[in-house]
């Protein structure tokens, strides 16, 4: 029978001889046990690569153990191929923790293609066994020297340090050698297992490098943070470190924040507070948007401060601002106004709200707002008189908020005009006069025989 006969022969036969080498491998260990388990592991390596699902795993444990000549043509093939499918298979069949110099080469392979998808699963099988500890310290190590030059792979060695051999291997590493790339992994690895290491971490590097902005951010992950709840931690750490993050995190953070409807905003968000903290805060539109929905005007808070601040939202124009938040923005807006709590700055207020959002945008808000709160009002006609004597004492005499906002509201109610002039003393009866005359009489209005001897709350 030719070579290629027997080799076929032998595929058509693995199962048996992987059974045969599993049993003989974990018989107690002796020249009887270690020939069975040579002349089957003979005809087991050639097909290292491809074994079954099913096949027999043999750990390190396994007393008998085949003589290191005998894998020299495995790990010369793992390392020709740099890994692969034939670095798992010796691994499932209990090649490695046999000869240190075998070790020692399997080691230089893993740790130099740890990107390999077929050598990651194969570390898995490594680490799951507590015997071949040496061998993932020796990994790690390798990795980490590597990682020292090549900073670019420092995830791959973050990902190993998932198992507890290799993190403990790089942190007498990370002590003795004076590389920021190495510290930094193990940091993170650190973290990785316990967060609540996070913010003595991020000391350590701001500390080792006042610059280290990208690894103190990787302390939340490859891509750093995620979250309002996670950039929030990061200003934090930041501001208690006394240092100041960089600007990338704090855009980011602000997009965070903004990801957030205004309508659900928390005057105690965390990270609101926190960029609220930072020294050019109000600078930053985000910041504004959130602050102007949080802490509405009233309680101490000027109506024209706030609107500065709203103002310089509403001026961005999609920089830190999303268009949805904009429009939620000039709604708050509106209903503020509609709503004042004070009349101190309240038409410089209107004035700035205005030009920021741009005039039909906020004047069509405004109207909504004036509105709904009509249809919510228990009495709908004294809210008109109340909003048309306000309206009346901007610097125009209102007439410009009074056509473009109050005579769309008020088209529901046409036929109470008479009702709503009741409200008004003669000065403002004579103002109402002419809002009607601009905008139509009901067709069939009442005579106002009596009108000027009603209620008149409104007078000038």
């Known amino acids: 029978m030719t070579a290629l006969g027997w080799r076929e022969a032998d595929r058509g036969a693995l199962s048996g001889w992987l059974t045969l080498h599993a049993t003989a491998r974990r018989l107690p260990d002796g020249d009887d046990s270690r020939l069975l388990a040579e002349s089957a592991l003979r ?39 740099q890994g692969g499918e034939l670095l798992a298979g010796g691994v499932e069949l209990g090649l490695l923790g046999v000869d240190p110099d075998i070790d020692f080469r399997a080691a230089a392979v893993i740790a130099e293609h740890y990107d390999v998808e077929s050598v990651q699963r194969a570390m898995e099988g490594i680490a799951r066994q507590a015997l071949l500890d040496p061998l993932t310290e020796q990994v790690a190590g390798r990795l980490a020297d590597i990682v020292a030059d090549q900073p670019e792979k420092r995830p791959l060695l973050r990902a190993l340090c998932r198992h507890q051999a290799a993190l403990a291997a790089l ?51 490859d891509e750093g943070p995620s979250s309002a709840e ?8 930041y501001r208690e470190a006394e240092h100041p993050p960089p600007e990338l995190d ?26 609220g903290r930072l020294p050019q805060g109000l600078e930053r539109p985000g910041y504004c948007a959130w602050y102007a929905a949080a802490q509405r005007p009233g309680s101490g808070r000027g109506l024209d401060a706030w609107a500065q601040i709203a103002a310089r939202a509403l001026k961005a124009r999609g920089e830190e601002v999303p268009y949805e938040r904009e429009v939620e923005l000039t709604r708050i807006a509106a209903t503020e106004l509609v709503h004042p709590k004070t009349l101190t700055g309240y038409f410089e207020a209107i004035d700035r709200l205005r030009r920021a959002a741009g005039e039909e945008r906020f004047d069509q808000a405004l109207g909504e707002a004036l509105s709904a709160a009509l249809e919510q009002a228990d009495d709908p006609i004294e809210l008109l008189a109340v909003t048309f ?72």
Do not use: C
């Open 171 to 221: 942190r007498e590493r990370a002590r003795k050698h004076p590389s920021l790339a190495i510290t930094s992994v193990y940091l993170w690895a650190a973290v990785d297992r316990d967060p609540a290491h996070r913010p003595g971490a991020a000391r350590t590097l701001l500390m080792l490098d006042p610059h280290s902005g990208n690894d103190v951010r990787a302390l939340w992950g």
């Open 389 to 460: 004597s306000i309206w009346s004492k901007a610097p125009d005499g209102g007439q410009e908020l009074h056509d473009r906002v109050l005579a769309p509201a008020t088209r529901p109610f046409r036929h109470r005009y008479d009702d709503v002039r009741a409200h008004f003393g003669a000065r403002r009866q004579a103002e109402w006069d002419a809002f009607v005359d601009r905008h139509g009489r009901p067709r069939f209005a009442r005579v106002r025989l009596f009108a000027g001897a009603r209620g008149r709350k409104y007078r000038a």
């Open 230 to 237: 996670e950039y929030a931690e990061l200003l934090k750490i």
């Open 43 to 81: 005809r087991v390596v050639p097909f290292a690569s491809e074994l079954p699902e099913d096949a027999p795993f043999v750990g390190v444990h396994a007393p008998t153990k085949p003589r290191a000549e005998l894998l020299e043509p495995w790990i010369a093939a793992v390392e020709a191929a």
């Open 250 to 275: 704090v855009g980011n953070a602000v997009k965070a924040l903004m990801a957030k409807p205004l309508t659900e905003v928390d005057d105690k968000e965390p990270l609101g507070l926190e960029l």
